[in-house]
C-alpha cells in the first residue's frame, strides 16, 4: 500500500517568533525590546518627569527669597555724615548707628545697634525728646516699656540685656555694617563700641 505524503504535522499552539538581535557575551541572541516595554518606559519615565517636576516647584514655592539687604553687609555713608550724640535709623538694615562719646574713655565712638528689642522682639524706636535719669534721648519699646540708653544699654522694663549689636568696619571714613554678625551682650562695655578715627 503507497503511502501518501500529507506535509509537515501542524499543531494547534501558535509558535512565537522573536527577532533575532546581536549576540551577548555568552554567546545568546539578545532579544530585542518590545513594544509593551517601550511603553511602559515611557509611561513610567513621564511620570517621573512630572512629579520631579512637582518637587522643584514645591521646593522653590517654599524657599525663602532674599528681599532685603539685611543679613549682608551695608553702606551707612560717612563718619562726616553722623554728628555727635546723633542716632540715625536705616530701615534697610534693621538698625540704628549711634554716634557718641565714650563716658569711660572720652572717645569718639559709633555703634550699629539693631532695632530689635531684646523682650519681646518689638521694633524701638528712638525719642530724641525723652530723657530718663538725665541722659537725653532714649530707645522707647512701645510694647512693654523697656528703655534702653543711646549705647543700647537696657535701663528700664522688662528687657533682659542690652539692644543686640551689628558689626562696623570703618575703611577712611567709610563705614560698613555687617548685618549678618549681631552680636547679643550681657551688658554695655565701653570696648564694645568702634572708636572713630580722627
Given at each position: 500500500m503507497a503511502q501518501t505524503y500529507r506535509g509537515p504535522e501542524r499543531t494547534l499552539t501558535p509558535r512565537v517568533h522573536t527577532r533575532t538581535g546581536p549576540e551577548d557575551t555568552q554567546g545568546g541572541i539578545v532579544e530585542g525590546a518590545s513594544r509593551r516595554d517601550?511603553?511602559?518606559?515611557?509611561?513610567?519615565?513621564?511620570?517621573?518627569?512630572?512629579?520631579?517636576?512637582g518637587v522643584a516647584s514645591f521646593l522653590a514655592f517654599f524657599w525663602p527669597q532674599?528681599?532685603?539687604?539685611?543679613?549682608?553687609?551695608?553702606?551707612?555713608?560717612t563718619t562726616d555724615d553722623i554728628a555727635n550724640d546723633d542716632v540715625v535709623r536705616y530701615?534697610?538694615?534693621?538698625?540704628?548707628l549711634s554716634r557718641y562719646k565714650e563716658p569711660t574713655t572720652g572717645q569718639d565712638v559709633m555703634q550699629a545697634l539693631h532695632w530689635?528689642?531684646?523682650h519681646l522682639g518689638c521694633t524701638v524706636p528712638w525719642?530724641?525728646?525723652?530723657?530718663?535719669?538725665?541722659n537725653n534721648g532714649v530707645f522707647h519699646c512701645p510694647c512693654h516699656g523697656?528703655?534702653?540708653?543711646?549705647?543700647?544699654?537696657?535701663v528700664a522694663g522688662p528687657a533682659p540685656h542690652p539692644l543686640d549689636q551689628m558689626a562696623i568696619t570703618i575703611a577712611?571714613?567709610?563705614?560698613?555694617?555687617?548685618?549678618?554678625?549681631?552680636?547679643?551682650?550681657?551688658?554695655?562695655e565701653a570696648k564694645q563700641a568702634t572708636v572713630i578715627p580722627g
Open positions: 517601550f511603553l511602559r518606559l515611557t509611561l513610567f519615565g513621564t511620570l517621573g518627569l512630572m512629579a520631579l517636576g532674599k528681599t532685603s539687604p539685611f543679613g549682608g553687609k551695608i553702606a551707612a555713608g530701615r534697610d538694615g534693621h538698625f540704628y530689635k528689642c531684646a525719642k530724641p525728646d525723652e530723657t530718663f535719669s538725665g523697656s528703655i534702653y540708653l543711646r549705647t543700647g544699654q537696657n577712611g571714613k567709610a563705614i560698613i555694617v555687617d548685618t549678618g554678625k549681631i552680636t547679643t551682650r550681657s551688658q554695655y
